[in-house]
């Protein structure tokens, strides 16, 4: 009857075991001297060799003639553990048995002491699916154990067992298997198996792997069906787009040629090639362009190694770093979306139209990246600055006041009858007597027209500020203002005003209503009151001018 590769070749010592030498040399010395703990806990990732450790130890303390640590494979305790005779070494799936009944009747029976080998030894396979109350139960053997008992707990994810058992356990790490150890490990079984493994095969199916060698036996497995065991047999064999497919297809990406992409997708979908796989494919090649651009000098270790220097260094050429995070980012969404979509082709076509056409992309980082790109084209000459934003930036000329024509003398002027003055800066003005001299031309003032005044610039600005701003106006205590020679001069409160009203908009909205009313171009002065001394020496002044005013 054929026998799985994974299972025909797990290894029957430590020695045999692949990768894990940090743990396979410490319990070998362990079974050498004899110091050996009560209980242990494996934790890392799947097919990294957790439970094939335990049932090595398990055979290496109970072995009658071990060898160097390792179990000598050939006496009847080593015969029965591998074929299951041996009632005492039991292995348990927590998955399946983890209610406070099974671990209680399992601590019933661990008192007994073992029948055929010197030990009696527990592999509880991930242990992290024990319900509270299981672990509760477990404490206590764990705790005190029996001299005869040894607790051997594996699992995946460390997080999930409590602390109380990892006080009580001896913890090993077990690391994820480098490719290169999983290619030469798959090249020794395919020769054993007399399958011709080509070595660029080998070396993608243990990428493939990750880290895991149990995954990687059944992926040659799986090839295995073929004479020859090349690249593009495993690539057919997994559902894989292959890496010359999905570098053109980052090509087509890069030129934003968004109708070439769907039809290579289309012709990989006519394929068979799974959606998912191809965006998994499409997100590595991504990721390693961006670790040859920001990291050139990190070597091979960076890299994911299926694609040569010259594509990656072509392709970190063209697309800047942003954009690349950008297209990572919305790949691992797609995928995240398309584990719920029941149309998984509709999640990567949309997928790769936004690669395509950045400006469908919304997320923070495609902003970025557009941005960049913006501003590199514009460094660059790509996009030239136009005349009117070249003007724009230049700063304003400054603003040439009309001259006032030559007018005839000034007549006597009654005293005018006023509620307030107009402006509480101007000083009061002496009545002209009727016998004055006619003012030259050179001395002569223009005086405020006639259409002007602080209500009636109060009211033209009531239409077009916001209430918030609009009622500091109504404040003498914030808002102050005069109009001299064409040029408003507004005083506002340095702490809350000021800091509201000098803005450009808001000075032309002043400009504009001053020349409104005025019917000459105007400037806008904004000054801050800076203290209180001084508004209160405008207050006098303005209840020294009402004592000047004639009332009729």
Request: charged share 20%; net charge negative; with cysteine.
């Amino acid at each position: 009857m054929y026998q799985a590769l994974y299972r025909k070749w797990r290894p029957k010592t430590f020695d045999d075991v692949v990768g894990q030498t940090h743990i396979t040399e410490t319990l070998k010395h362990q079974v050498q001297t004899g110091r050996l703990s009560h209980a242990y806990l494996f934790i890392g990732t799947r097919g990294t060799g957790k439970t094939t450790c335990a049932k090595i130890l398990a055979k290496a303390v109970n072995c009658e003639n071990p060898v160097n640590g390792n179990p000598c494979n050939r006496c009847a305790a080593c015969r029965g553990i591998d074929d299951g005779s041996v009632l005492d070494v039991v292995e348990l799936d927590a998955a399946s048995n983890n209610g406070v009944d099974n671990v209680r009747a399992l601590r019933d029976e661990a008192v007994f002491s073992p029948a055929n080998v010197k030990k009696r030894v527990y592999i509880i396979d991930e242990v992290h699916m024990l319900s509270t109350s299981a672990f509760n139960a477990l404490l206590k053997i764990l705790e005190e154990p029996p001299e005869h008992l040894m607790f051997i707990l594996a699992t995946t994810e460390l997080h999930k067992v409590p602390a109380t058992i990892l006080s009580r356990c001896q913890r090993h790490s077990f690391k994820r298997i480098p490719a290169e150890q999983i290619a030469a490990r798959l090249r020794y079984v395919a020769g054993q198996e007399q399958i011709d493994l080509q070595d660029d095969a080998a070396a993608l199916l243990a990428r493939l792997a990750d880290g895991g060698m149990r995954d990687a036996l059944t992926l040659l497995d799986q090839c295995s069906g073929s004479e020859h065991v090349t690249t593009e047999v495993v690539l057919s064999a997994m559902g894989l787009a292959g890496h010359l497919r999905t570098a053109e297809l980052l090509r087509c990406i890069a030129a934003g040629d968004t109708a070439q992409a769907l039809v290579l997708f289309r012709q990989l979908w006519q394929d068979g090639k799974d959606p998912s796989a191809l965006l998994d494919e499409l997100s590595v090649l991504l990721r390693d362009v961006l670790m040859q651009t920001v990291a050139p000098r990190g070597g091979a270790e960076l890299l994911s190694g299926g694609y040569d220097a010259a594509t990656l260094d072509a392709f970190a050429k063209e697309i800047r770093p942003a954009q690349l995070l950008a297209n990572i980012r919305c790949i691992q969404a797609a995928l995240a979306d398309m584990a719920l979509n029941p149309n998984p082709r509709m999640g990567a076509e949309l997928c790769l139209i936004r690669l395509c056409r950045p400006e469908l992309q919304d997320d923070p980082p495609a902003l970025r990246a557009r941005l960049e790109r913006l501003e590199q084209a514009v460094q660059s000459g790509t996009i030239p600055v136009q005349p009117s934003q070249k003007a724009q930036s230049k700063p304003a000329p400054a603003l040439e006041l009309p001259v006032t024509p030559e007018r005839p003398p000034l007549p006597e002027q009654p005293p005018v009858s006023v509620d307030r003055p107009p402006f509480p800066e101007q000083p009061p003005q002496p009545s002209i007597p009727a016998e004055a001299p006619p003012v030259a031309e050179s001395e002569s003032v223009p005086p405020a027209p006639s259409g002007f005044s602080w209500e009636a610039l109060c009211a033209e600005m009531e239409q077009v500020l916001p209430v918030g701003l609009y009622s500091f106006l109504l404040d003498p205590l914030q808002a102050s203002g005069s109009y001299d020679g064409g040029v408003l001069t507004l005083r506002l409160n340095k702490q809350l005003a000021f800091s509201m009203y000098n803005t450009p908009t808001v000075s032309e909205q002043f400009r504009t209503a001053v020349e409104k009313l005025t019917g000459q171009a105007a400037k806008v002065v904004m000054q801050p009151m800076d203290t209180a001394a001084q508004m209160q020496q405008r207050h006098i002044e303005e209840l020294a001018r009402f004592t000047n005013v004639t009332i009729k």
